[in-house]
């Protein structure tokens, strides 16, 4: 079957604008993750869903991040007023139960966002 | 705090030959200890996981890795590397305390040569 999609896979934007990069996991599965990787750098959590409730937000960096997935299926990760040090790969994971550290996570090829 | 150190950035290694990977771990008990392989292009692919048991693992793709708890570390292993192991390694850590949230290492890129 189908693995975990992201789109767009390249984004460039100025910096002050918003972007909104999106998910879709696989088939089924519950839990929901999201990572930011640095170039050089391996991936840094930021949140995590179970179906559509937001369990943990720990990782976003500040206020100008936001994670929602309203159906409990695709995800929606929202920078507001991009700043060049949000530059980095975006990457999305599923999994089908979610919860616990023992659950493989299932990545998704990610998005690269440039801010000039 | 949870921790995980991949000390090399970049090993070269030609075809034919054993590879090993390091990686260390800081966690107070046994945590739960997964490699992943990054393509160009592609995403992260998990290679294998140890959570308890038996400290050698087999994954995918012919590689292995064995948890040493005395020198907290899980190396991976394979012992003839093909031209097509060519990419981005990364050792992972998840423990009961965090959850869901694994703590990536930097990875090391891996070089095959013919």
């Known amino acids: 079957g189908a693995g975990v999609s992201q789109s767009p896979r390249y984004k460039v934007t100025k910096r002050g604008q918003d972007v909104a990069l999106r998910c879709d996991p696989i088939?089924?599965?519950?839990?929901l993750y999201w990572y930011r990787q640095a170039l050089g750098q391996g991936p840094e959590f930021l949140t995590y869903?179970?179906?559509?409730?937001?369990?943990?937000k720990s990782g976003l960096p500040n206020d100008r991040f936001s994670a929602e997935r309203p159906e409990g299926s695709i995800s929606t990760l929202t920078i507001q007023r991009t700043e060049q040090r949000d530059s980095a790969m975006y990457r999305c994971?599923?999994?089908?139960?979610?919860?616990?550290?023992?659950?493989?996570?299932?990545f998704g090829p990610g998005t690269r966002l440039t801010v000039l | 705090a949870q921790s995980v150190t991949q000390p090399d950035i970049h090993i070269t290694v030609s075809e034919g030959a054993s590879l090993e990977l390091r990686c260390n771990y800081s966690?107070?008990?046994?945590?739960?200890l997964f490699w992943y392989v990054q393509s160009p292009g592609q995403g992260l692919q998990l290679l294998l996981k140890y959570f308890s048991g038996d400290t050698l693992v087999q994954g995918i793709k012919g590689f292995e890795a064995e948890f040493k708890r005395s020198q907290s570390s899980f190396n991976l292993r394979k012992p003839s590397v093909h031209w097509s192991d060519a990419a981005e390694y990364f050792c992972?850590?998840?423990?009961?305390?965090?959850?869901?949230?694994?703590?990536f290492g930097t990875g090391t890129s891996l070089t095959v040569i013919p």
């Open positions: 966690y107070g008990a046994t945590p739960y």
């Open positions: 994971a599923s999994s089908l139960v979610g919860g616990r550290s023992t659950d493989t996570q299932y």
């Open positions: 869903f179970n179906y559509e409730a937001q369990q943990d």
């Open positions: 992972a850590v998840g423990t009961p305390n965090t959850g869901n949230q694994f703590y």
């Open positions: 088939s089924g599965h519950v839990s």
